[in-house]
C-alpha cells in the first residue's frame, strides 16, 4: 500500500531517528537480537528480513481545536513482523513520539508474542501530541480521525491495537466506534483494552501484575529462593508496581520496599501496603504516610540488598553505572527494557538472574490476546476462567524459555529471545517470500 507522508514529518517536527546510543531501548533490543541470531545460526537472508519492520505507515491528522483553528498533528504505525499471524500492539499520545521509540516497542511485542506462544506478530503506534495540554474534545477528534486514516491498515484480521501511555479505555472505545462505523456493523476484536460493557475483558489491569506474580513463584522456586525472610523491592507504585505490591502483600510475602519518581518507602521486614498505597494515592506522594518505615531515594532503593528486586518504571533503571551496586538475588523486569544491554551481562557475571521483559511482563499481551479471542468468540470468560489461562500460558512460557537456557547454556535473556527469534524466523522461512 501507499504511504501517507505527513507534511509535519519533513519539517523535522518528528526527530528522525539519530546515531544509535548503546544504551537506547532499540540499540538494547536489536543487540539481543543479533546475538541470539548469532546463537541460533539465522540464515543470513532470513536475519536480514526480521531486522526491518514489514510496514511504517505515517498519516497526517488534520484536527480542529476548540478554539477553531485548525491543526496537523503526526499518527505513525510500525509494524514490525506478521510471520505468526496479524499484528498486535499499542497505541500512544506522546508530545515526544519517536520512530525509534515505536520501531523498539513494534519488536518487543512480536518476541513476547513469540515467547508466550501466542500467534501474533508486533506492531505500535501513536500519535505525536501532548495530552496534557489538549482538551479531551481535542483528543477525541485526533483519536477518531487516526482510526479514519488507518481504516486499511487496523482491523481484528490485521491489526489490533491496544492501549498505552496516554490512551485509556474510552479512547479505545472512540476507535472501536470510528472502525465500526466505517464498517457498517459493530467490530470489536480491531482493539483491545476497551470497558468492559464494550467487549473487554476482566483483568485487563491487572494482567501484567498478575503475570509478575506467577513468574515470581515459578523463579523463586526455580533459584530456590523461597525464604520465610524474603524482601522484595519495587520500583515504581502504579498500574504495575502497585496493583504487584498489593498481590505480593496479599499473598503474604514482605514487599520491604517500594518507590515513585520521589522517593521510597523502606522497612527490611515488610512495609504496609496498602496504608502507603492508599497515602500516596490521596496526597500524591509517600511522604508522611503512615507506618514503620523510613524514606530513601529511588537510587538507594536498587541498591540495598534484597532477595528480589522489580523494575516497574522507568527503561534503563538498571544501567552499566550503577549495575555493581545492585545487591538482589534475582531481578524480574516488570517494565520495558529497565536493565541495559551492558547492565543485563554485569549482572550475570556477578550470578544476579534476570528474567527479562518480553517475559515477566507479558501478562498484558495475553490479556489483549485474550480480550481479541472473546471478541471474535462473541463470548465473555469469567474472571476465574480468564486468571487461570493467564497463568497457564505464563507456565508454559516459562518452561519453554529454561528449557532453552538449559539446552544451550545461556543467561535467561538471550534464552528468552533465542526462543522468540526461532519461532519467528521458522514461521517466516515456512511462509516464504511472497514476489
Known sequence: MSTIQSPAAGKGLLPSTPALDDESPFATMMSLYDEAAAHLGVDPSNYAILRKPDRETAVAIPVQLDDGTFTVFDGYRIQHNQGLGPFIGPMRLSKSLKIDELRALAAWMTWKCAVLNIPMGGAAGGIRLSPKKRSRDEIERAVRRYSASML???GPDRDIVSPDVGMDEEMMAWMMDTVSNHERHTESACVTGKPIELGGTSLSKESV????????????????LEDPQLRIHIQGSGQVGGTLARFLYADGLAVAGISDIAGAVYNEHGID?????????????????????????NEELLERRCEVLVPCAVPNAIHSKNAKDVHAKLILEGAHGPVSARADRILHDRGIPVVPDILANAGGVVADYFEWVQ?????????PVVQKRLA????????????VQMRYGVRMRMAANMLAVDRVAKADQMRGIYA
Open 375 to 383: 471478541n471474535r468468540q462473541g463470548l465473555a470468560w469469567i474472571e
Open 273 to 297: 501496603v496498602p496504608t502507603v498505597l492508599n497515602w500516596r494515592a490521596e496526597h500524591g506522594t509517600f511522604e508522611g504516610a503512615p507506618g514503620e518505615h523510613e524514606m530513601i531515594s
Open 209 to 224: 501484575a498478575q503475570g509478575l506474580r506467577v513468574i515470581l513463584r515459578l523463579a523463586l522456586e526455580t533459584y530456590r
Open 152 to 154: 486499511d491498515v487496523l
Open 392 to 403: 497457564r500460558f505464563m507456565t508454559e512460557a516459562w518452561k519453554a524459555v529454561t528449557d
